[in-house]
T-cell receptor
Framework: DTGVSQDPRHKITKRGQNVTFRCDPI?????LYWYRQTLGQGPEFLTY????????KSRLLSDRFSAERPKGSFSTLEIQRTEQGDSAMYLC???????????????FGPGTRLTVL | AQSVTQPDIHITVSEGASLELRCNYS??????LFWYVQSPGQGLQLLLK??????LVQGIKGFEAEFKRSQSSFNLRKPSVHWSDAAEYFC??????????FGAGTRLTVKP
C-alpha cells in the first residue's frame, strides 16, 4: 500500500454512459498524475496537476475526458459517452515536488479497471 | 521526445538462475530512469531509479541496474531469481518533476 487510493477499483459500464473515478493522494503530495494502461502495454501519460492547476494534457486525452483537482487534494477523472476503446486500467500517481536536486518518485495507486460493454 | 523500448515481451527463467531485462531509451537530455514491477491486480512498485552519479544502482528485492549512456540502455539484473519475482516489469524515462514514459513491459515467468 503506497498511501495513494483510488475509487472504485472496478467499474463496468455500458457504452455511452458517463463514469467518474477518484484519486486520493498522499496528503503532502502536490503533484498528481493520471495514466491509462491497456492490456499488454505500459502506462500512458494522460495529464497531471501541480496543486489545483492542470499543467499538461496528453493528446490521448480526448474531449470526452476531463480531470479536476479542485482543492489541490483529491482528483477526479471523468469520461463522458464511454466507448469500448476506453476499457483500460486508469492509474493515479502522486509525488511531492520540493526544492532541491533530488527527484522524488511517483507513488502509484492500485488503479481503477474500467470495462465498457 | 522521450521513449522507452523493452525488446523482450516475455522471458522465462528457472528459479535460482540469473536474470537480465533489457531497456533502451531515447531522451534528449540527461534522463531519469526507473524500473517498476507490477504483480497481477497490484499497482506499480518502484524497484530502483537512476538520476546521476554511480551508473550501477541498487534497488529493492536484490535487483540492480546499470546505466550505459553510450548504449542508451538501463538493463535490470538479478543474480538469482525467486518464484515470487514473477511479474510484469516496466522501464520508464522521465524528466525532473515531470511525467514519465513507460516501455511496454516484460513479463517474467519463473520455472520451478
Amino acid at each position: 500500500d503506497t498511501g495513494v487510493s483510488q475509487d472504485p477499483r472496478h467499474k463496468i459500464t455500458k457504452r455511452g454512459q458517463n463514469v467518474t473515478f477518484r484519486c486520493d493522494p498522499i496528503s503532502e503530495h502536490n503533484r498528481l498524475y493520471w495514466y491509462r494502461q491497456t492490456l499488454g502495454q505500459g502506462p500512458e501519460f494522460l495529464t497531471y496537476f501541480q496543486n489545483e492547476a492542470q499543467l499538461e494534457k496528453s493528446r490521448l486525452l480526448s474531449d470526452r475526458f476531463s480531470a479536476e483537482r479542485p482543492k489541490g487534494s483529491f482528483s477526479t477523472l471523468e469520461i463522458q459517452r464511454t466507448e469500448q476503446g476506453d476499457s483500460a486500467m486508469y492509474l493515479c500517481a502522486t509525488l511531492v515536488l520540493a526544492g532541491g536536486s533530488s527527484y522524488n518518485e511517483q507513488f502509484f495507486g492500485p488503479g481503477t479497471r474500467l470495462t465498457v460493454l | 521526445a522521450q521513449s522507452v523500448t523493452q525488446p523482450d515481451i516475455h522471458i522465462t527463467v528457472s528459479e535460482g538462475a540469473s536474470l537480465e531485462l533489457r531497456c533502451n531509451y531515447s531522451y534528449g537530455a540527461t534522463p531519469y530512469l526507473f524500473w517498476y514491477v507490477q504483480s497481477p491486480g497490484q499497482g506499480l512498485q518502484l524497484l530502483l531509479k537512476y538520476f546521476s552519479g554511480d551508473t550501477l544502482v541498487q534497488g529493492i528485492k536484490g535487483f540492480e541496474a546499470e546505466f550505459k549512456r553510450s548504449q542508451s540502455s538501463f538493463n535490470l539484473r538479478k543474480p538469482s531469481v525467486h518464484w515470487s519475482d514473477a511479474a510484469e516489469y516496466f522501464c520508464a524515462v522521465g524528466a525532473w518533476g515531470g511525467d514519465m514514459r513507460f516501455g511496454a513491459g516484460t513479463r517474467l515467468t519463473v520455472k520451478p
